[in-house]
């Protein structure tokens, strides 16, 4: 791909000297950055902005190894094809007119498509901004060459972007803002080919890119962007677009109906590790800060030392980290001490530190650097969070001393900055050049603090183990749509899964054998072919205490199934807490597994978690270790603590029983009840194709 | 508090000449917009900044109101004492040294309290940053005189921050950033008489304020400030600073544990009708937002119409609506065809309107306006939200005209812009002008969006109904700490709250016959003086299904007293939901109370509401709303409805017993089960001050 990202030569078809078109602007952009030889490529012209004009890109010199396309939709295929014969490796399409466009642009994209197989060159668009490269100063991009003027502010963070025209827009924002610098941000467009699977492996080896941030609406190739992420050693951030429901809604199992508001993606991403984004200045932030601060030592706790001109925005900031779970340093008496030195006699020393009075005294510079030498020094303090103003009140303070000192200490540093505007966009790139992260909310500042200590996922790979037995698909054969619960069960039960004691009855008699061997009270259902809501349809009695009972009951059930389907009698069991264990199969990421809580509750807070399968039993771990009412797990209020372990392993083998069998659609183990802190799958149902 | 805002002649004692002073920015930023008289007064000079200088207060003429002081806090008692004799009305005491500084400034300041008592003259301030009046062109502080270099922007909206330099800092941020006008800006520092009262008194009845927010660290005159909340008419934001947890670890009861966090505080802004801010420049963005959209009809649900020029932006704006329940307008036909003839005869339209292709072939003016007017027009349309580029792309509009159009028809239209720095500053500061808030990040938009859409609650104040039987007051007596479950549930019984059937039993005999008129099973307490877990102590045993059981179960007990104490029986009740209700005496809002979900989960989940008491029907039923898990209490899952003006009178007679008897701290019902939807007090203890 560096033909891509380091071309030796460029040619623009589509070349215009009318300064309102894109392939003018493309032109400026590239003269302004590009050192290589740049062929703008146009038979109507012979020189535009005062370079040289060819006629086509047949007759170009080399070097040449890129071109740039920028002609309208329908010439598009030809162009490529003469790109491609001129031995041109890569072409970044900018046109648009394509799948975007309805099915005529759709046909012209699937030609696209058929051209970079036959000819093997690789083709970035259509419909996209293209690239632009902040440290090599290249602007591949029909972006407005106004992006110039403020200057690019080189950084660490590379963006991939689905969408065009966000991509450059939100790149003229944060350059001219000086929000942020960045290193390379790809526009892809439509992905006819180079999608952001390549670009992704490409930054990841970029040795001027320290985290990378996404904004994608789909990920096709699920499973090849998981596998890059989990083995990325930089931070990744991805901003997922198309979260809301919809195919949600004709959900037939539990499980699936968990997977609306983008459940699984979002599982599917913190099990390899990226950080997930709502907002795309949220996302730039998170990156930028990552880039910084890429992985702490896991036994750094993130006990954070506030500095502030003013006791209201440390209170706002110390309720921010309290409402995030980010712990506050309780500062030593040697730094209390030292801090003391540069403090008025009556004002006792805490953490927030407030150096308004001590300001005042001697002045922000001194005080500011006193502060923060002792709270770096202090080895109950992990990080420091700055509160700066620029443009007013003597406050303004350089920061590249403590930015030394603090990088040296391994400590992270975020600042907060309120002030004057250009004073502020002065600080902010200055400070930002000292590897500070500048912040212009308080509550974002706390989000990307607790960012920075929040332990990313360090996702293993599943073990190449031995398949579920050969019986599993004997049981399966051709079977269609949902089997029933005893069935699903004995499947369950042949791949490892812990489920209750329970038996086919075919008589009363035969139901009191059983129970009595297990023991009272047992539950007897009735299983009718196609039903699925057994409890709704009154097939189920619970809580049978006597043999009585049991005959009773199971009279009732062959009368209400009309002499169709078949008696299951169960041992009745008890346990807290109550769960959903479950699988499907993602359109994206294929076969995925699910833990939830379960009961009258779980479905008002909706609490589950995913990841894809098959997974590591350290994957599955963490996968329960995300759930929001975990806390329930670890023996709460006198229940015996639930086997994690255990509960990993049932969903290790529902993600093996998935990934062998590509005919299973769904499988729901609800209830999957914790007896004595064992998870014993309760009730199932396994989902084939129709 | 007129010659606050609107004095005729300000006397500055504390003016100098040294232009790196406080005293000298006052006098520059008097002189650059005040139109009244202006008196420095510093004995060593004649003149200052071109102004005749006067060597004491007392020698002034009139007009003179209203004094600015900025001398060492020393001096301070001294001038105020001179101002009172003059006939001044008010102070803004600018200096510092008082309560924020030592003892000794604790010492000062009491003495300004003194002479505000003795004197009559209202204290504003000291250690306080003062008064900005955006319209009137009034700086009545020592903020930078820079503060007028890019010009003070006038708005809807007023603020009162408790923090000094905040306030300053924050002003300079949002005038020179372009963010938002202002109208009042109301620095009160440590409030040793003129509180946020006070000010938000003034400002409710100020023609030029329509929104309030309030940066505010602790609420003395907490009743008072309520009540002006809750006749207000004008919308109220409020960022409470402190909110972290701290003294709830001492708490003795459930109630007073859920207290945490600002639980209280929340509750009473929300029974009041304020909107809560988690950050500064949030609330800022609610104020703004709030200001152009008051209050709409109950009935417009929220139904939002997002046009914008980017896919991504449309997806990532639908999905940020979707999580905060905010829906989507679903377009009439009509406003498809409307909408459709500016588009590309490819492009389907749909909601959010992606207006890019569009843009590109009929312009971005004749696009966005064609739109807006379809979708303003839609009756299944409740507002807008545009998304704006300015400074490239061609994209820029002037929206003025669809402002109009809005206005109108009383649709809020809320937008979300892009861009380089000088365009967007224009962009903003004219849009906002049309009355249009602008917001810079799509989450902020959209939280925005949600709060117009938030029916605030229109409390009602409670009724002047009969105090608690006189019985009550009799049982109270001048017992002290806890009361026993028996005790404390014949108090609440006596209030109305329904209770579990029980009576001590001093025999088994006497236990037999009481539970046979109510039926096994039954259960038995020890009730020993002092224990308040009995549980925990073995002195509870549930289900007891027969006489014999009864009578050992007795025995047990007993002996497990050792002699001490009383036997409680108790009918066993089943029901669902299990709630806990309480009360609690806060120390700044006085007597609350509170309504949580009960059981395992809650505590994880930490679900409670609080309101303050006494407390209307409709109050204590809008307490309910606010709970996370409301849905349990609306016939979830096949359980019967819970009666929620039944649980709402348990909450109005705890209120009221709480406001008749201040000697009750806290008052605790778990579990308050419902049983067939009506609520029950199961066990419940009442606690006196020690």
Known sequence: MDFFFQPHGIALIGATPNPLKGGNAILRNLLKGFKGAIYPVNPRYETIEGVRCWPSVTALPDPLDLAIVFVPAPHVPEVIRQCAARGIRGVMIESSGFAEAGPQGAARQAELAAIARETGIRLWGPNCMGLVDAHAGYVFSFVSPAIWDDGLIPGKVSLVVQSGLLSGGFLIDLATHGTAGVSKVCSVGNKVDVNECDLLAYLLADPATEAVGLYLEAIPEGRRFLELCRRSAKPIVVLKGGKSPGGAAAARSHTASMAGNGAVVSGALAQVGVVEATGFKQMMDFCRTLAEYPRLPATVRGRVAILTYSGGSGIVSADGLDALGVPLARLADDTLAAIKKVFPDWMPVSNPVDLWPAVEQNG????????????????????????????????????????????????PVICWLLGAREPSRRFQVATQALGIPVLREIPRAVECIKTIFTPRAESTPPP???????????????????????????????????????????????????????????????????????????????????????????????????????????????????????????????????????????????DAAFAVAPLSREDAVALVGRLKTRQLLDGFRGAPPVDRAALAEVLVRLGRLMAAFPAIREIDINPLICVDGRPLAVDASIILAD
Do not use: N
């Open 364 to 411: 922000a510079q001194k005080v500011f650097s006193a502060a923060a030498r002792a709270t770096l020094a202090d080895p109950g303090v992990d990080a420091l969070f700055i509160h700066a103003f620029a443009g007013g009140f003597a406050l303004e303070v350089d920061l590249t001393e403590i930015a030394a000192e603090a990088r040296r200490r391994g400590k």
């Open 464 to 606: 190449a183990d031995s398949p579920p037995p050969a019986s599993v698909a004997a049981r399966l054969g051709s079977a269609r749509g949902a089997l029933d619960e005893h069935r699903s069960k004995t499947i369950l039960a042949e791949c490892g899964v812990p489920v209750v004691a329970e038996c086919l009855v075919a008589t009363p008699a035969a139901a009191a054998a059983a129970a009595e061997k297990w023991g009272y009270p047992v539950v007897l259902k009735g299983l009718l072919p196609g039903a699925v809501h057994k409890t709704e349809q009154g097939l189920v009695r619970l809580g049978i205490a006597s043999a009585a009972a049991l005959e009773a009951a199971f009279g009732d059930l062959e009368a209400a199934m009309e002499g169709k389907g078949e008696i299951l009698l169960q041992r009745m069991v008890h346990g807290q807490p109550e769960l959903i264990a479950g699988a499907l199969r993602d359109p994206q990421f294929g076969p995925c597994v699910m833990c939830g809580l379960g009961g009258t509750l779980a479905e008002i807070l909706g």
